[in-house]
């Protein structure tokens, strides 16, 4: 499949801050983006999807980026909040097809 | 939004028994729904495709006979991990897609397998 990773796997931000998790994708053919978060034990959660038509979409706290040129994805969270400590997941598909999952990234909240 | 119910949530079973997990799309129909291992502090990885009405679509190296999936209805898949071995023991975790909705995946909250 996909060859689909994650720069840093551990990434810990002070309560209230910005985080930025990054997200790099191999198939320039993928048209279909998703962050997901996981909590331990639990299956992943919908945060936010961007199609390859757009480079920037924004949700309630979360803005992903995309940057076709550099196959480049990211996850903005703005006011990080203790709840928002889980791992985050990339994932990139094609035609609303399967998807494929990247290795994750930690992120730890510090109140 | 959509609910993907999986079960069961956790399921310890010995070596050389079937286990058969069940996903459930709740309020929307789902013609093709998804299946993924999870190790732990890894990512998750596709396993298969699960078409309605036909075979199912695995990924390289995943062996059809081990793992059976059935897609029998358009709100049911089930994996079957055949002649379960300790190395079977994982997080198995569905998705399906609501195409009439909002269109996102939405995924089951996973089944823990151990086998003893």
């Known amino acids: 499949g996909e060859s689909v990773g994650l720069h840093l796997p551990t990434l810990s931000v002070q309560e209230g801050d910005n985080s930025i998790i990054n997200c790099a994708y191999s198939?320039?053919?993928?048209?279909?983006f998703i962050w997901y978060k996981q909590e331990s034990g639990k299956g992943p959660q919908f945060i936010i999807d961007?199609?390859?038509?757009?480079d920037k979409r924004q949700g309630q706290r979360v803005t992903v980026l995309l940057n076709k040129t550099v196959k480049h994805l990211s996850l903005q969270i703005a006011a990080t909040q203790p709840g928002d400590s889980a791992v985050y997941f990339c994932?990139?598909?094609?035609?609303?097809?399967?998807?494929?999952f990247g290795s994750g990234t930690k992120l730890n909240v510090k109140p | 939004g959509a609910v993907v119910s999986q079960h069961p949530s956790r399921v310890i079973c010995k070596s050389g028994t079937s286990v058969k997990i069940e996903c459930r799309s709740l309020d929307f129909q789902a013609t093709t729904m998804f299946w993924y291992r999870q190790f732990p502090k890894q990512s998750l990885m596709l396993m298969a495709t699960?078409?309605?009405?036909?075979?199912?679509?695995?990924e390289q190296g995943v062996e059809k006979d081990k793992f059976l999936i059935n897609h029998a209805s358009l709100t049911l898949s089930t994996l079957t991990v055949t002649s379960a071995h300790p190395e079977d023991s994982s997080f198995y975790i569905c998705?399906?897609?609501?195409?009439?909705?909002?269109?996102?995946?939405?995924f089951g909250s996973g089944t823990r397998l151990t086998v003893v």
């Open positions: 961007i199609r390859s038509n757009m």
């Open positions: 998705s399906a897609r609501d195409q009439e909705g909002d269109g996102g995946y939405t």
């Open positions: 994932a990139e598909g094609y035609n609303f097809n399967k998807f494929y």
């Open positions: 198939n320039s053919a993928s048209d279909y």
């Open positions: 699960s078409n309605e009405g036909s075979k199912a679509t695995y």
